[in-house]
């Protein structure tokens, strides 16, 4: 059940930096959920990129990101972001953005999903 938006991705060439952005559809908030971001390459399984608390106070990285992808969140904007700098061609993906209610949750199956956003790293 898609709920979420996002938006931000694109081609960029690899060493460069994009940001993606998560909104809650009109109507909606997720005010108090944990938010995160999940990606599937090609020939893939849908994987676990980051999460980050519902106060913003925790967050958790794949080990393949950190030091590269940043998340934060903007609660008066209800908007996630995620910023990716140093991309590489193996981050080629789309990435879905996530909400849960559950900080746990939100890292395996969480309840909410959007329709994904294209990012494609050029070597």
């Known amino acids: 059940q898609e709920q979420l938006v996002e938006s931000g991705g694109g081609l960029v060439q690899a060493g460069g930096s994009l940001r993606l952005s998560c909104a809650a559809p009109?109507?909606?908030?997720?005010?108090?959920?944990?938010m995160g971001w999940f990606r599937q390459a090609p020939g893939k399984d849908r994987e676990f990129v980051v999460a980050?608390?519902?106060?913003?106070?925790?967050?958790y990285y794949t080990d393949a990101v950190k030091g590269r992808f940043t998340i934060s969140r903007d609660t008066a904007k209800n908007t996630v972001y995620l910023q990716m700098n140093n991309l590489k061609s193996e981050d080629t993906a789309v990435y879905y953005c996530a909400a849960d209610p559950s900080y746990e949750r939100i890292k395996t199956r969480p309840n909410y999903w959007g329709q994904g956003t294209q990012v494609i790293v050029s070597s």
């Open positions: 009109p109507g909606r908030t997720f005010v108090g959920y944990s």
């Open positions: 980050i608390s519902w106060n913003g106070g925790s967050s």
